[in-house]
């Protein structure tokens, strides 16, 4: 079964530009989540997705951070503009159920953001 | 007060070794907890549920007190393969019925050494 993808995997940007992250989860995953790792930390929720809609995005500094998942199956993130804080892995995770308090997430590779 | 807290770590130990992470949570509405690992530079990566009976997975023991808000990981008989940080994770009560999000610690990271 193949995993959760993302990309790209690495991306150095300069300070007030833009960036975009993809992931497509496992076939089937109903609920999305991007995670935000800053080095030395756990990572930090962002955003829920449970098919196209949004669950839970308290956590998402919505000044700058968007992101979308028009057809329930594959996410975009984008941070406009970016700052140095937001150096950091950008992980994308799935799970199956649509419902249910608890169920495996599966975390993609992430992606490595360098923010000069 | 952070919402989960861990040994701070690094613990640098011997091959056979045996080697105990705590964790401690703030929020006494969490529901289910967690071990995930974590490779340097990989995704995190289930390791185990905690239960609050204890439960163990071959090497690894987790265990779950609800009264003082206390999670463990004891690995037995360390290997190299072991090396690697371990994040403790709770699931916050999630009245809508959808999955209450993960809240991870910072990790602890574990050197195993030959």
């Known amino acids: 079964e193949a995993g959760v993808a993302q990309s790209p995997r690495y991306k150095i940007i300069e300070k007030r530009q833009s960036v975009a992250f993809w992931c497509n989860p496992i076939s089937g995953h109903a609920t999305l989540y991007w995670y935000q790792q800053i080095l030395g930390q756990g990572p930090k929720l962002l955003i829920q997705f449970q098919n196209n809609g949004v669950v839970d995005d308290s956590q998402l500094p919505k000044d700058r951070f968007s992101a979308e998942r028009l057809k329930g199956v594959d996410s975009t993130l984008k941070i406009q503009p970016a700052k140095l804080e937001d150096s950091a892995v950008y992980l994308c995770a799935s799970s199956f159920r649509a419902s249910g308090l608890t169920d495996t997430q599966y975390f993609g590779p992430g992606t490595r953001l360098t923010v000069l | 007060r952070k919402e989960v807290e861990q040994d701070p770590g690094p613990f640098n130990v011997p091959e056979g070794a045996t080697v105990a992470f705590n964790c401690t949570y703030s929020?006494?509405?969490?529901?289910?907890f967690f071990w995930y690992r974590q490779d340097c530079r990989k995704e995190p990566k289930l390791l185990m549920s905690v239960y609050s009976s204890g439960n163990e997975d071959g090497r690894f023991t987790a265990q779950l007190n609800r009264a003082s808000q206390y999670i463990s990981l004891l690995i037995r008989d360390s290997k190299l393969s072991d090396s690697a940080t371990y994040l403790c994770v709770v699931i916050l009560r999630n009245y809508g019925g959808s999955q209450g999000n993960l809240i991870f610690g910072k990790g602890t990271k574990l050197s195993v050494k030959p």
């Open positions: 929020n006494s509405a969490s529901q289910s």
